[in-house]
């Protein structure tokens, strides 16, 4: 992972502009946080191979058994990515990590986080969606030489592909996915997730095998005293609460931000 400084706006917008299109990119509100899916986290030091696929399971067939009973969107998922993704909107603990499209909707949830008591520097994480979905092709590949997906044609097959290839095989690849249907919110945020095809492994551990030595994969760490400018920039962007959720919770968290920012600014 290489490692980038920030410590001025100018840099900021630099930085992120000139990244190109075929990156993905997710924003912590402290920058010695790990990544980490949310089942890591959850799991914490008791996180093992077996606790993460026991807990996996449990957790999957308990929702998939009452789904029925509080779906209002008559919309049942058809794949177990699709299931996983659900269940991450809800806040059900998967092996899921989500990113986005976008480095400014990356920082805004960063920044939604943040505590400015704390005057921890911010950080953005920033990979090459193109570069390691390639390789995790490759290695498929060789596994099976009758796998004859590319990158292209594999896009509309991605949940099928990852539930009888990837997952069942407990590969070692880092799988890129966007769900195969959207909810409102998961769009409008140009949101994706980053999984890892082994669940006995984290996330972390996938990503920094040798098979993606060649890809990149960035943290920018961004200085704490850039923290007003960032909610002013962000704001400029339209990039707040209100557009990302588009709801009354997103309303209520844009109002509970702008207290926030203006506090601790002495405004």
Not at 95 to 112: G, H, K
Not at 187 to 212: A, H, M, T, W
Request: net charge negative; proline share 3%.
């Amino acid at each position: 992972m290489r490692q980038v400084r920030i410590d001025n706006t100018d840099e900021l917008l630099k930085q992120f502009n000139m990244l190109p299109n075929n990156y993905v990119y997710r924003g912590h509100a402290n920058a010695a946080w790990l990544l980490q899916s949310s089942l890591e986290r959850v799991l914490g030091s008791k996180w093992s191979s077996i606790e993460s696929r026991k807990f996996e399971k449990y957790s999957l067939e308990q929702f998939q058994a009452k789904f029925h009973l509080y779906d209002s969107e008559n919309i049942t998922p058809d794949s177990k990515l699709g299931w996983l993704s659900v269940m991450q909107h809800y806040g059900v603990p998967t092996r899921m990590v989500d990113f986005t499209e976008s480095p400014y909707v990356a920082l805004y949830f960063a920044l939604e986080a943040y505590q400015p008591a704390s005057k921890l520097d911010l950080a953005v994480f920033a990979l090459d969606y193109s570069a390691f979905m390639e390789a995790s092709i490759s290695h498929i590949r060789t596994k099976d030489n009758s796998f004859a997906y590319t990158r292209e044609t594999l896009h509309p097959m991605q949940d099928k592909v990852f539930e009888e290839v990837v997952d069942r095989f407990s590969y070692d690849i880092t799988w890129i996915t966007e769900p195969g249907r959207h909810n409102e919110r998961l769009d409008r945020q140009g949101g994706c997730f980053v999984v890892s095809g082994n669940g006995d492994k984290r996330i972390s551990e996938i990503i920094e095998l040798p098979i993606y030595s060649s890809c990149e994969f960035i943290k920018f760490t961004i200085d704490a005293s850039l923290y007003t400018f960032v909610f002013a920039l962000l704001r400029k962007m339209n990039v707040t609460s209100k557009s990302l959720y588009g709801d009354l919770d997103g309303l209520a968290r844009a109002i509970r931000m702008a207290m926030q920012v203006y506090a601790s600014d002495g405004l």
